[in-house]
């Protein structure tokens, strides 16, 4: 088993780098980018930017969890050759089609979400030119999950940060373009990254004739049911911003947004781990010690990514201090509500297990439409009455249905002795401390000091109650980092 989390934990490190690339891009630009641009400003570029996504998550169709599925039902390299080219061809032509149709309504579009439509039509024209050159960096980095190269994922995930990061400096700073310039950096970027992509995933790629029209039929079934959780998942985590900026402004919609963006923080751990989590599970599945595996995974998991969760909402308010201006400070409780919705997210990874394995997906989409109606109830009641916070809270009410359901529906279809009563005792503890730290007044120094000792606090509670799984996880990081073998070395002399 330790030998198990240790190949997880060593895939989840890795593909955290990618999320820390992605997110290093993020802070990089914070800065840049709220200096130069205005809260109403950040709300537009929170605002297109989110509805790419969206369309994004409409064109892979969630196909990437049917590729996987598929993938590792064989060994045989020719027949999951098929699989993937099966993928490629039908997002490559949905992603052609897509782009068509956004630049043709590009106008219409800015009319009904931007107020400046001229403008807009022209950011929402070059977005949609990217369509069609991002799916190429989205193939690639599944493929390359696929055969566990964790190591070219992270360095396709560097390069992109790095082109775009550069891009925007000379665009927005140098040649100050304004907003424009982020999409001109974007669209550059995203033709350098499907180059890069393509030599990565080269021996995969193959002419139409591996299409297979029949196994897509089955691969869209299988897929299904998560389109509507995709979706739902968007409206949840990403449509707050549309919300803000419908019963507020612009403003609040930008105050919002950087929020959001500094919460993301939290998401390094979690997207590293989500990457690593599906094909690890799938990989250990036969294997006779394989549910007390997963169970022990959910607790190292709240272990570590609640830690992390609470860091980031303790600390948001000095976030906001170091990387934006005096106009952007009204973020922090947004950002400290939000960071525990990524704990959540990676959450419901481990509840739908067992829908997974089962190739019982329907429950997931139900329950995420379920998720996505109570975000929008929530956000009529919560909005008006606590303004961008409201809609941090309703993001959070909403995603937090998603795990408590699955994890009910897949006990049923392949049980795992979670410890559910540990598990909620630890989210509670953190949720309670990360209020209380935010609530307490005084000096910058002060203030930290206060939330340093809070942390303290959560370290003992974590030592006291979880000593032997902090234990185990020391001895697997000893044995892998170097130093830690130069001091298993000495010790044994």
């Not at 169709?61 to 027949?79: I, M, P």
């Not at 299904?224 to 990403?238: T, Y």
Request: hydrophobic residues 55%; contains cysteine.
């Amino acid at each position: 088993m330790a030998i198990r989390i240790k190949s997880l934990l060593n895939d989840s490190l890795l593909y955290g780098l990618s999320g820390v690339f992605s997110k290093f891009m993020m802070f990089f630009l914070t800065p840049l980018y709220t200096r130069v641009y205005l809260p109403s400003d950040y709300g537009v570029l929170g605002m297109l930017n989110n509805g790419y996504a969206l369309v994004t998550i409409l064109l892979v169709f969630a196909l990437d969890n049917s590729t996987a599925r598929w993938f590792y039902d064989t060994d045989d390299n020719l027949d999951r050759k098929k699989t993937i080219n099966t993928w490629i061809w039908f997002y490559l032509t949905v992603s052609i089609a897509a782009a068509v149709v956004v630049f043709a309504l590009a106008d219409s579009l800015s009319s009904l979400f931007l107020n400046s439509s001229k403008e807009g039509a022209i950011y929402i024209r070059l977005l949609s030119v990217t369509l069609p050159l991002m799916m190429w960096m989205s193939v690639a980095n599944n493929v390359l999950r696929f055969e566990r190269k964790a190591m070219q994922v992270v360095l396709l995930t560097l390069f992109y940060a790095l082109v775009l990061i550069m891009l925007n400096i000379i665009f927005v700073l140098y040649l100050k373009k304004g907003l424009i310039g982020a999409y001109y950096a974007q669209l550059i970027a995203a033709i350098l990254v499907m180059l890069i992509s393509v030599y990565l995933i080269r021996n995969w790629i193959g002419s139409f004739k591996f299409f297979q029209l029949h196994r897509l039929l089955l691969m869209v079934k299988y897929s299904l049911p998560f389109v509507p959780a995709s979706m739902a998942f968007w409206l949840v985590n990403l449509s707050g911003v549309f919300f803000v900026n419908a019963f507020m402004s612009e403003s609040e919609a930008g105050l919002f947004q950087i929020g959001a963006s500094i919460a993301a923080v939290a998401g390094l751990i979690t997207n590293s781990f989500q990457q690593a989590w599906a094909p690890f599970a799938f990989s250990v599945l036969k294997q006779e010690n394989a549910k007390q595996l997963y169970a022990k995974i959910f607790e190292i998991y709240i272990l570590l990514v609640g830690l992390f969760c609470t860091v980031v909402a303790l600390f948001s308010p000095e976030i906001l201090i170091v990387l934006t201006t005096s106009k952007y400070y009204g973020a922090s409780w947004v950002a400290s509500i939000l960071a525990f919705s990524y704990l959540l997210m990676g959450l419901t990874n481990i509840a739908d297990l067992g829908t997974a394995i089962s190739k019982k997906t329907a429950p997931l989409g139900f329950i995420s439409v379920i998720s996505a109606i109570c975000l929008l109830l929530f956000n009529y009641v919560l909005i008006p009455n606590f303004g961008k916070e409201g809609a941090a809270l309703s993001i959070c009410f909403s995603q937090l249905i998603v795990p408590i359901y699955m994890f009910y529906k897949s006990q049923s279809l392949y049980y795992i002795p979670f410890n559910f009563k540990k598990g909620i005792s630890i989210i509670l503890f953190l949720i309670i401390i990360s209020a209380l730290g935010l609530m307490v007044k005084g000096q910058w120094w002060e203030l930290v000091l206060y939330k340093l000792l809070f942390l303290v606090i959560v370290f003992y509670f974590f030592y006291y109650q979880s000593k032997e799984d902090i234990f185990k996880m020391l001895n697997i990081v000893k044995e892998k980092l170097p130093l830690g073998k130069i001091l298993k070395k000495d010790n044994d002399i």
